[in-house]
């Protein structure tokens, strides 16, 4: 007869400091020839090495496991005894009895494999990333970001969110689900809610110069996975890829998961050189790039050079998708024109995608970004959503669409225009009076950061990796040049994001920078 497993052991309040014992299944079975004692003791042995019961974790008392166990309390008390003079357990007085710290298996470097794991060259084999990932897997999980501490300056790349009008927003959520329509409540259609669609569109007519029809217009989950969702649409594996070089990290992994072939490609003045790709790669089968501000030097691309890439993309009947990240964000002249417009009303117009988010503008865990697709591939990208299962949440979907159609978007992003033109001033004065001689900080007509270049005596000693270790060390966070290159870099810098960075702290920001890299010498 075997009796019930104990089910719920460790049950009763935890001492302060312990955590509560998770459930066993322990059963002893009186039929066997083994002693009851000793097979309480192999089952809690072997919990405790398979990592079932953490060390420090309280065991129950033996009248409580006893009970539970529908056993003699001597059994419980001799299997313990064993586990205790043995240093699997320990007791405290007043206390209870613990899963001991350390393990006789390990400080004797003894300690089994766990369950389902296999010991030796075929633990190795099974384990290592070389065989349990595919080459475009092995090449993804290289893709790893620099990851930076809580310091705000001056990391890249971040908007200010504290002054997002977030009572307005609050407002419009509650007025829109307090009692939501059932339109609302279904599933939707995958290329996004109508009302958003039409609202961004109407923008894109004001604000860009744009003209589309809503239907053009596709609601995805950032301008990240708009990007990888055109890419796995349009691209066989092997097909040959512009790119910028440098240009943004976050375009490599969906080309590699997509088997693509990135051909990286310089930048001069005037923004990517056409004539290098037309050289290197004449029939690619698409081009990525941000002409309007490129990220991360900040070069706009002539509108010769605009109307080159243009030209490029219908004879080689190419695809240009166009990322504008942050075209919102200008500080002199008039915003510049888009391909998208440039190529309205020619053949060319047919090979443009344009890619916008939210995330730069508002807040980035909205997560809502769009596409502006050309009719042809209005089905196909509606299609591909639904497959994909990555459109965005329904529930911020109408917030949006209002606080657009309100006027309350255009409020912000003039707000916050003469919030960040006025931070960057802010930054380009902090960098003369503390960063002078070490590095060159020229001022930008647009976007959230700017470039640093490394002045010749501080490259002389460090490389723009280097500099941002030290910079690290020393409370601020910054970003290298280096990393944005998908080959050997050719140029050494710094990116200093402003946006999300008070002007006091800019000051400290940069006099600690300064000083850092002084004592560097």
């Not at 440098?246 to 693509?260: E, H, K, T, V």
């Not at 998208?340 to 090979?351: H, K, P, V």
């Not at 916008?356 to 050309?374: A, D, E």
């Not at 930008?444 to 640093?452: N, Q, R, S, V």
Request: some cysteine; charged content about 20%; glycine content about 8%.
């Amino acid at each position: 007869m075997t009796a019930r497993p104990a089910s719920a052991l460790g049950a009763g309040p935890p001492l302060p400091g312990r955590r509560r014992t998770p459930l066993l299944s322990l059963a002893l079975d009186r039929g066997s020839a083994t002693a009851l004692q000793q097979q309480l003791y192999d089952q809690l042995r072997e919990v405790i090495l398979a990592g079932g019961l953490a060390p420090g974790s309280r065991l129950p008392s033996s009248r409580a496991l006893a009970a539970e166990l529908g056993c003699s309390r001597n059994t419980v008390v001799t299997a313990f005894d064993q586990l205790l003079s043995e240093g699997y357990l320990e007791g405290q007085a007043g206390s209870g009895t613990f899963v001991s710290r350390v393990l006789p298996e390990d400080l004797l470097g003894l300690a089994p494999a766990r369950p389902g794991q296999k010991e030796g060259k075929a633990a190795r084999e099974t384990t290592d990333p070389k065989t349990l990932l595919s080459a475009r897997g092995q090449a993804l999980t290289a893709l790893r970001r620099r990851r930076h501490g809580p310091e705000r300056a001056f990391l890249p790349g971040i908007p200010e969110t504290m002054e997002f009008p977030f009572d307005i927003w609050t407002r419009l959520h509650s007025r829109l689900w307090r009692h939501p329509s059932a339109s609302l409540l279904r599933l939707g259609t995958p290329a996004g809610l109508q009302t958003l669609r039409e609202a961004i569109a109407r923008y894109l007519a004001t604000f860009r110069g744009m003209t589309c029809d809503w239907r053009q217009v596709i609601v995805t989950t950032g301008a990240q996975q708009a990007l990888d969702m055109m890419i796995q649409l349009l691209l066989e594996p092997g097909d040959r890829v512009w790119i910028e070089e440098p240009g943004y990290p976050g375009i490599r992994g969906p080309l590699i998961a997509a088997a693509a072939d990135p051909v990286p490609l310089p930048l001069d003045g005037e923004g990517l050189m056409v004539s290098q790709g037309r050289r290197r790669a004449p029939s690619a089968r698409a081009a990525i790039v941000t002409p309007t501000h490129h990220y991360p030097l900040g070069t706009t691309m002539s509108l010769a050079r605009r109307l080159e890439l243009l030209e490029w993309a219908r004879e080689a009947g190419a695809w240009i998708l166009e990322d504008d990240y942050d075209s919102e964000y200008r500080y002199a002249g008039r915003p510049l024109a888009s391909l998208w417009s440039l190529a309205a009303g020619r053949e060319e117009a047919a090979r443009v995608i344009y890619v916008g988010s939210f995330s730069k503008v508002l807040f980035p865990s909205i997560r809502i970004g769009y596409l502006v697709v050309p009719e042809s591939l209005i089905d196909a990208a509606s299609a591909a959503q639904s497959a994909l299962g990555t459109q965005p949440t329904a529930v911020l979907q109408p917030v949006l669409a209002a606080f657009i159609e309100e006027g309350h978007f255009a409020t912000h992003v003039r707000r916050m225009r003469r919030l960040y033109a006025a931070r960057q001033a802010a930054l380009v004065a902090a960098a003369e009076r503390h960063l002078a001689g070490l590095l060159e900080v020229p001022a930008d007509d647009a976007g959230l950061h700017l470039m640093a270049w490394l002045a010749p005596e501080l490259a002389a000693r460090l490389d723009d990796r280097a500099v941002t270790e030290t910079a690290a060390e020393a409370g601020v966070a910054i970003s290298p040049l280096s990393d944005y290159f998908m080959g050997k870099p050719d140029r050494q810098g710094l990116l200093l994001g402003y946006a999300a960075v008070p002007e006091d702290e800019i000051e400290i920001g940069a006099r600690r920078l300064g000083e850092a890299l002084r004592a560097s010498r």
